[in-house]
């Protein structure tokens, strides 16, 4: 990977690290939240959150490594990058830290 990929790949999981602790939170908190996330549910347990989130970050890694570098890779970290700081910013727009 070079800088730029780096970058994207940094931020997208430091984005996946942050909704990674808000839906602990949901966790923590199924009478007031729930899980918008299909493949985990509306209440998941705390082990399948931490599962999903393991898979989702070492599967991103992969699959950008996999990528040839350039506009396909850039277009796959960018679009997920965007998907995944949307939905840390809607959890942010409800409450959750």
Same mark, same amino acid.
């Given at each position: 990977?070079?800088?730029?990929?780096?970058?994207?790949?940094?931020?997208?999981?430091?984005?996946?690290?942050?909704?990674y602790?808000?839906?602990?939170?949901?966790?923590?908190?199924?009478?007031?939240?729930?899980?918008?996330? &299909?493949?985990?549910?509306?209440?998941?347990?705390?082990?399948?959150?931490? =599962?999903y %989130? @393991? !898979?989702?970050?070492?599967?991103?890694?992969?699959?950008?490594?996999?990528?040839?570098?350039?506009?396909?890779?850039?277009?796959?970290? &960018?679009?997920?990058?965007?998907?995944?700081?949307?939905?840390?910013?809607? =959890?942010? %727009? @409800? !409450?959750?830290?």
């Amino acid at each position: 990977m070079d800088g730029t990929d780096l970058a994207l790949e940094l931020a997208f999981q430091s984005a996946l690290y942050v909704d990674y602790r808000q839906t602990r939170q949901i966790v923590a908190h199924p009478d007031k939240y729930f899980e918008t996330n &299909a493949l985990l549910g509306e209440h998941p347990s705390l082990p399948r959150v931490k =599962n999903y %989130s @393991i !898979g989702a970050a070492l599967g991103h890694w992969a699959i950008s490594e996999l990528l040839p570098q350039g506009p396909y890779r850039r277009a796959w970290q &960018a679009a997920t990058l965007v998907i995944e700081a949307n939905a840390v910013a809607v =959890n942010f %727009s @409800i !409450g959750l830290k």
